[in-house]
């Protein structure tokens, strides 16, 4: 199985902070990298495919980059709705892995 | 719009089986070049991939789970269910359906069911 590394587990940061968030695959996926927003006592929202793609009606202010082994989200300029658990997950190889999540919490 | 609900029991007690339908509106699981897939999450933990059915009837299953694992889908309901046998605590887990969506090799989980608990409990 190809493993998902998300560190830290946890950030604290404030609003309109810059905020990146990091995600290392165990072996190259291309950019079959996904990215979900998963807030409590709801399900995974998706925000990112293949890498980069924003999802149609997800706000401009949430990016991915990366390809290979090493891929970021970034949101721009953090909102008082952006604190949530934030999931990376390749899509490359079955099974199908997530990473252990990085929750973003207001500092 | 695309909506996926997940219902069967909250409780199963060990070593049954536990059985879970998904009910879709919005799409036709039998025509479109879609995968629909179960997904977990124990409770304060990450998600956990099940596995999936297409609507070819193909499946795949994560191999942790293989053994026990059954994914079909009922065509004519516009249904899928997830079998899970030789239930534990360990299974305990808030259960999801999703679709996956793409293009040639690139799929991702667009439009995913409220979840619904399962306890595992004697």
């Known amino acids: 199985d190809i493993q998902m590394t998300q560190s830290p587990s946890s950030l604290s940061a404030s609003l309109g902070d810059r905020v990146t968030i990091p995600c290392r695959a165990s072996q190259s996926i291309g950019n079959y990298l996904n990215w979900y927003q998963q807030k409590p006592g709801k399900a995974p929202k998706l925000l990112i495919y293949?890498?980069?793609s924003l999802q149609s009606g997800v706000p401009s202010r949430f990016s991915g980059s990366g390809s290979g082994t090493d891929f970021t989200l970034t949101i721009s300029s953090l909102q008082p709705e952006d604190f949530a658990t934030y999931y990376c997950?390749?899509?490359?190889?079955?099974?199908?892995?997530f990473g252990g999540g990085t929750k973003v919490e207001i500092k | 719009q695309v909506q996926l609900e997940e219902s069967g029991p909250g409780l199963v007690k060990p070593p049954q089986t536990l059985s879970l339908i998904c009910t879709v509106s919005?799409?036709?699981?039998?025509?479109?070049?879609?995968?629909w897939s179960w997904i977990r999450q124990p409770a304060g933990k990450g998600l956990e991939w099940i596995g999936r059915?297409?609507?070819?009837?193909?499946?795949n299953y994560n191999p942790s789970l293989k053994s026990r694992v059954t994914i079909s889908a009922d065509m004519s309901r516009n249904q899928f269910s997830l079998r899970l046998n030789s239930v534990a605590a360990a299974d305990t887990a808030v259960y999801y359906c999703?679709?996956?969506?793409?293009?040639?090799?690139?799929?991702?989980?667009?439009?995913w069911g409220q979840g619904t608990l399962v306890t595992v409990s004697s």
């Open positions: 999703a679709r996956e969506t793409g293009h040639s090799f690139e799929y991702h989980l667009d439009c």
């Open positions: 997950q390749q899509s490359d190889v079955i099974p199908l892995t």
């Open positions: 293949a890498a980069s």
């Open positions: 919005g799409d036709s699981i039998s025509s479109s070049n879609d995968y």
């Open positions: 059915i297409h609507a070819s009837g193909s499946t």
